[in-house]
């Protein structure tokens, strides 16, 4: 089962541009590569996800590296509000299963 | 506000109780997920519902009864709970999909503690 590799813990100002990086170096050719968050006392929210170009919604960017065994998460203009644990997640499988790995806990200093 | 919607917010319960855990959703989702989260850890998938019928089931104990009674609705049943089973059991709900792109919905789930 293709992993995700996550740093424990990231700092950021408030209103500086965040770079959350994840490797993925055993994923395969059809898995899409997904980001959720989770604040304090709330169940994970979906950020964003994508499978080879690069992804933009109204939350986030999603850069993937063209080998796809990278990808990185860009927040940017980190509010107090993105504190939380971001998690990168590769969904494999016939799209139901769906593991979390430890995650980045985003700290966000004014 | 979360559109999948989980009560109660806590629960407290013995050993020997037997108690539900509710799950609700209106998105039209036909895939429904529990999850349970240890403190500072990930949420571990337990169930996966898919068309009101068991799909996934990650060797939960049998302590732990999921049933999915319609499309909108999710319950945990518990009994008979061991004290490491106290967590924030949260659930999700997706479009059941043949891809992997969809994604899922969660609540902010249940916290329950075992005595």
């Known amino acids: 089962d293709a992993k995700t590799t996550q740093p424990n813990s990231m700092e950021s100002n408030e209103e500086e541009p965040v770079h959350l990086p994840c490797n993925h170096s055993?994923?395969?050719?059809?898995?899409?590569i997904h980001w959720y968050r989770q604040l304090p006392s709330q169940g994970p929210e979906y950020v964003i996800h994508g499978l080879t170009s690069n992804v933009n919604n109204r939350m986030a960017s999603l850069a993937i590296a063209e080998d796809r065994k990278s990808s990185t998460l860009i927040l940017h203009r980190a509010t107090l509000r993105d504190a939380a644990v971001y998690y990168c997640i590769l969904r494999y499988n016939y799209g139901q299963n769906f593991v979390f790995g430890p995650g980045t806990r985003l700290s966000v200093l004014p | 506000d979360t559109e999948v919607t989980q009560t109660p917010k806590h629960l407290v319960m013995g050993m020997t109780n037997k108690k539900s855990l509710k799950c609700e959703q209106h998105m039209g989702h036909r895939a429904m997920y529990w999850y349970k989260q240890k403190a500072k850890k990930p949420p571990e998938l337990m169930f996966v519902y898919s068309y009101e019928k068991l799909s996934i089931n990650e060797s939960v104990p049998s302590r732990f009864s999921p049933e999915c009674p319609n499309s909108s609705l999710l319950n945990l049943h518990l009994h008979a709970l061991q004290p490491e089973d106290s967590a924030l059991y949260l659930c999700?709900?997706?479009?059941?999909?043949?891809?992997?792109?969809?994604?899922?919905?969660f609540g902010d789930g249940t916290r329950l503690s075992i005595l």
């Open positions: 999700a709900s997706s479009q059941p999909t043949g891809g992997r792109n969809q994604p899922q919905h």
């Open positions: 055993t994923i395969s050719g059809t898995d899409y």
